[in-house]
């Protein structure tokens, strides 16, 4: 399958990386030429727009920070949709606004165009790797076609029903993720203020109900201050931010998400925007000078 | 090594019976002596008072709903301090306030006792088979001593530290799985308003960075409102508020788990006391109604 990627920042550039891996010619457009260096060195060719790229191929990846990226790439002047053949298959993987994705694949359908929405996780290791959990909305005929490439890019693709679930089921991952991430922070704090060994804590509490991925990767880290990304606080506050906009559309209350949001929105006004989101642990720390 | 074990509940009951399988020679005392009647039919000798058990043994393992009823059997008039030899090795495996695990620690060494604080984790289940993790404070010699009872009854058993921080761990367990069952009951409910396919979301979330025991186990029961418990409200209630009260002693902010705790009250006030801490979600349902 002719494959085109939109996008070759840290995710989108090691998974066009694997889309020529698995035997895919390529095709790739990005803002800045540039990034694009390596990927062309080794066979994928370039177009100068993303009109010109979706004429070229049979299938259009997409691999953008936000919502209004995803909207100029798809439906603007010089956009996917513009280009586009009927048949065409697009598969928006960034994570953006549910009722956005809606809205864009209804747009993109009217030119003939089946738009899947598939956002990600699994980070950068993820990517390069080809190992990204996948979760795929939009017409399950479409889904269907798009299976060789989410095999070349994921291990875990689930389908989750028509346009926008996808979307939908990133934000439940990460209300899920950015809760229980915070929940550890709590239990790292509270440890530490009562001088329990480190290493040890994680040890004893790990092995029960209490465990989770966050705990065995993000307690070490914090309570070794390495507040490195990983994924930046900048990029799950976005996240979070579309959660409870969704949230509250859906008349569902997210008390926690609201409280967890306003502790990454104290890390970035304390200028850690670009921080991993362990560093939701200084957030809590600031709390305690001002309180203690 | 004779052992004795004071408080037969749910978790007592077949701790006593893991300690008799162990080869123990074993005496029980407990409120209601219908409770030992099984184990009494199967080798075990019956103690009139906490004294008394305490005059007939090694050691005296307790294991009790709270704080004042650990203080009364410890040191009260009939209690386990005013029947004990020097010697005696004393641990408490009941969950209590750290700083009353302290000072009953003290007590305990000014008549010769060691005192060790041994809460656990893995309730009814891990009880019955044996794999409690058990998180333990005190003396290090007094640790040593207690390894062959502690080997009959966990599997994880990990030293933290002087009098006292065992229970701050097991705090600090309470706290981390607190939350991150919270955030699981939020993914539940954004997943639900949102149309998902309930197992679908736990397929496509569970692979990843938001990947938890509460997640796999606690998400389908709440999917398919099985509140059954598993570990009631009432008593993760109890030791939210322990883990509040030392985290204000200590200085530490908790805003999450103070979240969490305002939840589970809203779950007891509507008579869901006894249900299973899954039952949260039904606290989230009840916001959705009155703002939605």
């Given at each position: 399958m002719r494959v085109g990627i939109i996008g070759l920042g840290i995710m989108g550039a090691p998974m066009a990386r694997n889309l020529l891996r698995a035997g895919h010619p390529l095709t790739v457009h990005t803002r800045t030429r540039a990034r694009a260096a390596g990927l062309l060195a080794d066979g994928a060719a370039w177009a100068d727009s993303p009109a010109a790229l979706a004429a070229a191929v049979d299938a259009v990846v997409t691999m953008l920070p936000d919502t209004p990226a995803?909207?100029?790439v798809m439906a603007g002047p010089d956009?996917?949709?513009?280009?586009?053949r009927a048949e065409l298959l697009a598969i928006d993987?960034?994570?953006?606004?549910?009722a956005a994705a809606r809205a864009l694949a209804e747009r993109a359908a009217e030119t003939g165009v089946a738009l899947l929405d598939a956002p990600v996780s699994g980070g950068e290791q993820g990517a390069i790797a080809g190992t990204l959990s996948i979760m795929v909305g939009g017409a399950a005929a479409a889904f269907d076609r798009a299976g060789p490439l989410f095999a070349a890019l994921g291990k875990r693709v689930t389908y989750m029903?028509?346009?926008?679930?996808?979307?939908?089921?990133?934000l439940v991952n990460q209300v899920v993720g950015a809760g229980t991430l915070a929940?550890?922070?709590?239990?790292?704090l509270l440890a530490a203020?009562?001088?329990l060994d480190p290493a040890a804590v994680v040890e004893a509490v790990?092995?029960?109900?209490?465990?989770?991925?966050?705990?065995?990767e993000q307690a070490p880290r914090m309570q070794r201050r390495d507040f490195a990304p990983g994924f930046m606080v900048r990029l799950q506050q976005?996240?979070?931010?579309?959660?409870?906009?969704?949230?509250?559309?859906?008349?569902?209350?997210?008390?926690?998400?609201?409280?967890?949001?306003?502790l990454f929105t104290a890390v970035e006004a304390r200028g850690g925007g670009e921080l991993g989101t362990q560093a939701i642990l200084t957030a809590l720390e600031a709390l305690a000078k001002r309180s203690g």
């Open positions: 995803v909207e100029a956009g996917v949709l513009a280009g586009a993987m960034s994570t953006i606004d549910p029903g028509g346009p926008g679930q996808g979307q939908m089921t990133k929940a550890v922070a709590e239990g790292v203020g009562a001088g790990g092995g029960g109900a209490a465990a989770s991925w966050m705990l065995a976005k996240d979070l931010r579309l959660a409870l906009a969704s949230a509250e559309r859906l008349g569902v209350p997210l008390p926690l998400t609201a409280v967890v949001q306003l």
